[in-house]
């Protein structure tokens, strides 16, 4: 091999080896790019649910300040019943859709957790709204309810007497002022009542009614 060969061999190496060094430098700034957008990502993923939980918190707040201040204790003990009835029915027809995911679906808690990432339960859960005449924000304002007044409410099922449908939903009427609320526990009530939500009738003609209180009283047997 003659000097000028050799000499060609090791410029040609020397040019690789920086090659290959700069190769692994922008290699490396990749990596740490891709590390830094994913963090940043992270970062953005979790701002977005603080405020999502902040706003959920806040509106929750309210609803209960608002039931606390408008009802008497009975008053959202029945509500409770009627709200606890509509999401235990949500609850078993989305199991029935679902059979062989059910074990799985112990509550309607770990169902809306499922469906973010379990398409058939998604699905499950929109034909089972759909079926009870119930949307995404009457489930929301529901489970927003039964978590608020969950603490301080035990479930009774309170015994069905002539007239009480018309007494609770006039009872809603005049206390709910959030129309989100109001009209989902206004669904709740007609869920449980007949089986399905319709259309959200508006206040009555005047008609005197029995108040709620005497309704539970009777189907409770007090004096």
């Not at 090659?19 to 990502?41: P, T, V, W």
């Not at 009738?201 to 709620?212: F, L």
């Amino acid at each position: 091999m003659s000097g000028e060969e050799g000499s060609s061999d090791r410029g040609f190496s020397s040019t690789m080896d920086r090659l290959e060094r700069r190769l692994d430098n922008i290699s490396c700034r990749f990596k740490e790019m891709d590390e830094a957008g994913s963090l940043l990502l992270e970062r953005l993923q979790r701002h977005r649910q603080a405020q999502q939980d902040q706003r959920q918190a806040q509106q929750d707040h309210a609803w209960a300040a608002l039931i606390r201040d408008s009802l008497s204790p009975d008053e959202v003990r029945l509500l409770f019943s009627y709200v606890s009835d509509t999401l235990l029915r949500c609850h078993s027809r989305v199991q029935e859709r679902v059979p062989d995911l059910a074990p799985g679906l112990p509550t309607t808690a770990a169902i809306l957790r499922r469906r973010l990432k379990n398409r058939r339960v998604d699905v499950a859960w929109r034909a089972t709204l759909g079926e009870l005449g119930l949307v995404e924000a009457d489930a929301k304002a529901l489970c927003g309810f039964f978590v608020t007044q969950g603490f301080q409410c035990e479930y009774e099922r309170v015994g069905r007497t002539p007239g009480q449908q018309g007494a609770v939903e006039s009872m809603i009427r005049r206390c709910v002022e959030n129309q989100v609320l109001r009209d989902s526990l206004l669904r709740a009530v007609q869920v449980v009542e007949k089986g399905q939500a319709g259309v959200i009738k508006t206040a009555g003609s005047g008609k005197q009614t029995p108040s709620i209180l005497e309704l539970i009283k009777q189907a409770e047997g007090r004096p």
